[in-house]
C-alpha cells in the first residue's frame, strides 16, 4: 500500500492565485512528520515545510502554510499568491518516529505550472 | 556555499562502464543518505550513513551496488557494469542526527545518470 499519495500529477494556475497541493498519507505510529520539498528542474530538493504528528497548529512558511487534517491524515500544502518561480515539481514525504528511523517515504509529486 | 554538493552533475556512460558519484555533506552532519530518483517519481532511499558507518541499505541496492563513507565526511556511490535501468538522477542528503520524525535532510543537486 501507498504510503504517501499524491493524486495530481500536473496543475497549472494562474499567477498570483493561491494553489492547493493534495498529500494523503498512511501510517500506524502516533509520531511521524510530513514534509513538502521543491524540485525545479535544476534538480535539488529545496525543503519547504515540516508538519510534527503532535503539532497542534497547521504550520507556516511565508507563503507556504500546510492544512493538516489529522483524521483525514491528510498534509495539504497551500501556496499563497503564486508566483511564475514556483513552478516546480513538488514532493510530499513523511518520517515516521523511532529512533531508528532515518529514511523519508517519498510522494510520486505533482508537477505545478503557474500561467502568467 | 556550504550545502550539500555532488560530483558530477551528469554523466554519460556507455553500459558495462563501472561510474562512481561523489557526495560533500554539510560539513557538521553525520548522517548521510543516498536516495535514487526516476523520471516522473519520487525519490526512493537507498542506503544510509551514520558517521562512516553503513547502517542501512535498500533492497533497491544490488550487488553491483557499493556505497562508502571512508572517514565520516564525504561519501561515494560505485554502480559496476551499469545498466540501462540504472540510468536516474542519484540525490545524496545530510542531517544531523538523532533522526526523529522533525529531522530535517538538505540535499544536493543530484547526479543525473544516462546509461546508453
Known amino acids: 500500500a501507498q504510503k504517501i499519495t499524491q493524486t495530481q500529477p500536473g496543475m497549472f494556475v494562474q499567477e498570483k492565485e493561491a494553489v492547493t497541493l493534495d498529500c494523503t498519507y498512511d501510517?500506524?505510529?502516533?509520531?511521524?512528520?510530513l514534509f513538502w520539498y521543491k524540485q525545479p528542474s535544476s534538480g535539488e530538493m529545496i525543503f519547504l515545510i515540516y508538519?510534527?504528528?503532535?503539532d497542534q497548529q497547521n504550520a507556516t512558511e511565508g507563503r507556504y502554510s500546510l492544512n493538516f487534517q489529522k483524521a483525514r491524515k491528510s498534509a495539504n500544502l497551500v501556496i499563497s499568491a503564486s508566483q511564475l518561480g514556483d513552478s516546480a515539481m513538488y514532493f510530499c514525504?513523511?518520517?515516521?518516529?523511532?529512533?531508528?528511523?532515518?529514511?523519508?517515504?517519498w510522494g510520486a509529486g505533482t508537477k505545478l505550472i503557474i500561467k502568467p | 556555499d556550504t550545502g550539500v554538493s555532488q560530483d558530477p552533475r551528469h554523466k554519460i556512460t556507455k553500459r558495462g562502464q563501472n561510474v562512481t558519484f561523489r557526495c560533500d555533506p554539510i560539513?557538521?552532519?553525520?548522517?548521510l543518505y543516498w536516495y535514487r530518483q526516476t523520471l516522473g517519481q519520487g525519490p526512493e532511499f537507498l542506503t544510509y550513513?551514520?558517521?562512516?558507518?553503513?547502517?542501512?541499505k535498500s533492497r533497491l541496492l544490488s550487488d553491483r551496488f557499493s556505497a562508502e563513507r571512508p572517514k565520516g565526511s564525504f561519501s561515494t556511490l560505485e554502480i559496476q557494469r551499469t545498466e540501462q535501468g540504472d540510468s536516474a538522477m542519484y540525490l545524496c542528503?545530510?542531517?544531523?542526527?538523532?533522526?526523529?520524525?522533525?529531522?530535517?535532510?538538505?540535499f544536493g543537486q543530484g547526479t543525473r545518470l544516462t546509461v546508453v
Open positions: 542528503a545530510s542531517s544531523l542526527g538523532p533522526d526523529r520524525a522533525n529531522t530535517e535532510a538538505f
Open positions: 560539513s557538521e552532519h553525520n548522517r
Open positions: 550513513f551514520q558517521n562512516e558507518a553503513q547502517l542501512e
Open positions: 501510517t500506524s505510529d502516533p509520531s511521524y512528520g
Open positions: 508538519q510534527g504528528s503532535y
Open positions: 514525504a513523511m518520517r515516521e518516529g523511532g529512533d531508528s528511523n532515518y529514511q523519508l517515504i
